[in-house]
Nanobody, 124 residues
Framework: QVQLVESGGGLVQAGGSLRLSCAAS????????MGWFRQAPGKEREFVAA????????DYADSTKGRFTISRDNAKNTVYLQMNNLKPEDTAVYYC?????????????????WGQGTQVTVSS
């Protein structure tokens, strides 16, 4: 089992930046594709970004391309989401997630382990 804990959320003005962290425990996530998702009030959860085992392959939602960067440090068992040029529409609870161990494809679906989420609020 993998436990995921997100941190780094908060309140920021539009145009500002935040860096989210996702610390994994229980076992290594070096063989898990990792992803970030978000859910705004009254909306369904949506894909934000994903990263391969080694970090050499990434995928982003169109709404976050060029502004968000996903990265990982397998030695620290941690995944990051650097968010720049934040917009009010980025306001949501952000969740870290992991695909099953050994699955290689970087996808927007098929995540089986989830964190509790961290709130990001962007004021205009």
């Amino acid at each position: 089992q993998v436990q995921l804990v997100e941190s780094g959320g908060g309140l920021v003005q539009a145009g500002g930046s935040l860096r989210l962290s996702c610390a994994a425990s229980g076992r290594t996530i070096s063989r898990n594709v990792m992803g970030w998702f978000r859910q705004a009030p009254g909306k369904e959860r949506e894909f934000v970004a994903a990263i391969s085992w080694t970090g050499d392959s990434t995928d982003y939602a169109d709404s976050t391309k060029g502004r968000f960067t996903i990265s990982r440090d397998n030695a620290k068992n941690t995944v990051y989401l650097q968010m720049n040029n934040l917009k009010p529409e980025d306001t949501a609870v952000y969740y870290c997630a992991a695909r099953g161990s050994g699955l290689v494809a970087v996808t927007t679906y098929g995540y089986v382990y989830w964190g509790q989420g961290t709130q990001v609020t962007v004021s205009s």
